[in-house]
């Protein structure tokens, strides 16, 4: 049976990253090679209006449709940032008790994971025996987590580095986004990083798609909900 994942973000940059993430954290983590084939792959569903009431929308649709409607997906990922604390709320009220569901919550927002990784991300970026003592990143004790800007410290990092023609900007930049998650997180992603830098967003997200997949070794194709 199908191992495809469904997921509702707000935005490209976390439908790019995403994917790769959580195939490292299956193979990582719960011992599953994911996608197990090419047709159980993470499918994007799109919000109808932007924002995180958008992203509100598309989990209330979903969750009427399936009372009657069949969807063969292995779990659903819904993907806030912290400044949504209402929609938050009304998320898990629709998605309580409902086990194919996992909600992950990205302090601030998705790019303060993809800078948990530290390793990697100084690496992607050329600047691991490079990075100047003023940058945001070279902080002391700086943590992912805390970081109130994450694309501004991305976009810092993609100025100083000379592997770029452009930076990552303020908005955020697609094609950069996922030449990292492509060429770092999929084959490399170092997981214990993001999980120390970002212990109440990432972790508790982690650890709930480390359920999932193991109940979808487990059941061996055979899934059960």
Known sequence: MSTKIGIIAEGAIDHALL???LSRIAEDLAQLAWPLDTSDVAEVFRIRKRGHGGVLESVRA???ALNTEHYNHACFVILLDRRTRAVQ???????????RFVLGIAIQEIEAWWLGDRT??????GLKNELPSTCRYAADKYQAERDEDPKRTLDELTALSSRFDRCYGREGNLDLASD????FWRPSARL???AAQCPKGYLPFQ?????????????KGRLFF
Request: hydrophobic share 40%.
């Open 180 to 183: 990292f998650a492509e060429s």
């Open 192 to 194: 214990r990083e993001i």
């Open 120 to 125: 990697s991300t100084l690496q992607w970026t």
């Open 19 to 21: 994917p790769p993430l």
């Open 207 to 219: 650890d709930q798609m480390v359920n999932r997949f193991r109940h979808i070794r487990a059941c």
């Open 62 to 64: 979903l969750v009427k």
């Open 89 to 99: 709320a009304e998320v898990k009220k629709l998605i309580r008790g409902k086990a």
